[in-house]
């Protein structure tokens, strides 16, 4: 679908659920990663419009996956997220509650609101969520045996290191590449080595009983702080059945909005409280996280890739390819030195 018929597609959405009818206006609310985000004005009042990206090269389901999952978490009554109104698969759009509210900075992230993200994630995985939520689909690039982790990490490698070389940022970001991978050499082995010490097979599949509803790519980057001081999360793109090391990891290496490690500890006893065996699953959680913290350098690295450089512009068509590159150069270089050398 073509921006020029983006008009028509509205119209045929909100008349499917009976809004619209006096007429509508669409104003761009921001370029996300991925994705174009509008307000929509219809009888009175603002909602978000979400127009989701897709590729030949990139299948995933991004709008069923995100509401899917906001329309399980609001039937079970969870409120810290946006209302899902309606949505046109075929022309890859969305409607979602307009959330009053702000960015939060990294000096806001304190005890109160860890633990409001921490309640969200117990919430969600509580016994009776999980068992209504047996439809839903795996997570993107969902992880459920250390083997997965292991490939998982290898061919996002393995993609960088064949990444088109054709400037000087180019240059510098494929000598990044190289010591990435052979840091990973270095620390793949502790990590199979700490595996075998708590009886953790590489090929076993995670139990499902172990199993999260990871809203995924979960973190203050993609939250508002409403008003009252209540925490309002957003974008699940992603969501879906993943491994909760992952979810965690990635919550403490996301290099969006800074989460002190301070509170790694509190953080995940009261995440993992509705699990039967939120012990053993908290050790695995600390020896999986070196491999989210590798993760996130390298996606930090996919816009030297032609599909996310892609993705992007369809998000942000008048960005800057090269200075958009030295920034996210530059950030995968501040992560990277941050991880124990």
């Not at 991925?34 to 897709?54: A, E, P, Q």
Request: net charge negative; proline share 5%; glycine share 6%.
């Amino acid at each position: 679908m073509a921006s020029e018929s983006l008009e028509p597609a509205v119209k045929t959405l909100l008349a499917s659920l009976g809004r619209g009818r006096a007429g509508f206006n669409i104003e761009p609310l921001s370029a996300s990663g991925n994705n174009r985000v509008f307000t929509l004005y219809c009888d009175g009042k603002m909602l978000v419009l979400k127009w989701y990206f897709h590729d030949a090269e990139d299948t995933r389901d991004r709008l069923g996956s995100e509401y899917a999952f906001l329309e399980h978490a609001w039937n079970i009554g969870l409120r810290c997220i946006p209302q899902p109104i309606g949505k046109d698969a075929n022309s890859y759009l969305a409607l979602y509650e307009f959330v009053e509210g702000r960015k939060l900075g990294a000096h806001e992230v304190d005890v109160g609101v860890l633990q409001q993200a921490a309640h969200f994630f117990a919430s969600i995985n509580s016994l009776h969520s999980r068992e209504q939520a047996s439809a839903l689909p795996h997570a993107s690039e969902a992880c459920f045996s250390l083997t997965e982790h292991f490939d998982m990490l290898d061919a996002r490698l393995s993609r960088l290191l064949d990444m088109p070389v054709e400037s000087d940022v180019d240059r510098c970001a494929a000598e990044f590449v190289s010591r990435l991978t052979a840091y990973w050499a270095d620390t793949k082995p502790r990590i199979i080595q700490g595996s075998a010490a708590l009886e953790l097979s590489s090929d076993g599949a995670l139990p499902a009983e172990e199993r999260c509803l990871s809203p995924s790519d979960f973190g203050f980057h993609n939250a508002l702080l409403r008003p009252d001081g209540s925490v309002c999360f957003i974008d699940f793109e992603y969501a879906g059945w993943d491994d909760p090391a992952k979810t965690v990891g990635d919550f403490f290496s996301h290099p969006g909005v800074a989460v002190s490690h301070e509170q790694f500890e509190p953080f995940l006893a009261r995440a993992l409280a509705p699990f039967d065996n939120a012990e053993q699953m908290a050790a695995r959680v600390r020896l999986l996280e070196p491999i989210s913290q590798m993760k996130w350098c390298c996606i930090i690295l996919n816009e030297f890739l032609p599909a996310a450089a892609r993705r992007r512009n369809f998000a942000n068509p008048v960005s800057d390819a090269i200075a958009l590159k030295q920034r996210q150069l530059d950030k995968a270089t501040q992560l990277f030195e941050s991880l124990p050398h």
